[in-house]
């Protein structure tokens, strides 16, 4: 059965303290896996997407990186802003469609 | 160029009422789809739309209906509400298959 794992569910860290989060799949036919950020009352952002294993893609204190069997999105030296909810979603073949499957999240706190 | 515009905000039905959640994008993007959004369900697709005229389902249907008679319109009507449909909606558009740009929600109470 195709699944998206996050871990972990959540996570807090002092301003400045990197850290990573995982999404881990299991699913047939990845054809790309995305990350969002969620802000408390407001649809998902989109972040990134990673194709292939070994890609790495940047965006400010954020990078995400792909391999066979998990993604990882560090996070350097943290800013009170980076808090949120941290979304993954991996693009999976479905018989001639294509369907995205989508973790649970990791709920992000930086304190000051 | 406000990108996805859902309305309402909020809203509150009772049980057997109907509805439509109003979603438009001005990116002339032709996928767009429903999502709803539950505590420890995570994201999960309703309706989705490749293109004005076309429209199929998703992982959770039942009790939903959508039309797509424009590229820019996409709403989402409940037929019957049920306190099960209370939720965060979201709509979201996409130049093609990967789901880029969501709308800010509505979040939906069916009392």
């Known amino acids: 059965e195709d699944q998206v794992t996050q871990s972990p569910e959540a996570l807090r860290l002092q301003e400045g303290e990197s850290s990573s989060l995982n999404c881990s799949y299991t699913?047939?036919?990845?054809?790309?896996l995305f990350w969002y950020r969620q802000d408390p009352g407001k649809g998902p952002e989109f972040l990134f997407t990673l194709y292939s294993a070994g890609e790495e893609k940047e965006k400010e204190r954020l990078k995400a990186t792909l391999t066979k069997k998990e993604s990882f999105l560090h996070i350097t030296a943290p800013k009170p802003e980076d808090s949120a909810t941290y979304l993954c979603?991996?693009?999976?073949?479905?018989?001639?469609?294509?369907?995205?499957?989508w973790g649970l999240g990791t709920s992000l706190a930086v304190n000051p | 160029n406000a990108g996805v515009t859902q309305t309402p905000k909020f809203q509150v039905l009772k049980t057997g009422q109907s509805m439509t959640l109003q979603c438009a994008q001005d990116m002339n993007h032709e996928y767009m789809s429903w999502y709803r959004q539950d505590p420890g369900m995570g994201l999960r697709l309703i309706h989705y739309?490749?293109?004005?005229?076309?429209?199929d389902q998703g992982e959770v249907p039942n009790g939903y209906n959508v039309s797509r008679s424009t590229t820019e319109d996409f709403p989402l009507r409940l037929l019957s509400a049920a306190p099960s449909q209370t939720s965060v909606y979201f709509c979201?558009?996409?130049?093609?298959?990967?789901?880029?740009?969501f709308g800010q929600g509505t979040r939906l109470t069916v009392v």
């Open positions: 739309s490749v293109g004005a005229g076309i429209t």
């Open positions: 979201a558009s996409s130049p093609d298959s990967k789901l880029t740009f």
């Open positions: 699913v047939s036919g990845l054809r790309g």
């Open positions: 979603a991996v693009q999976a073949l479905a018989g001639n469609n294509r369907k995205l499957i």
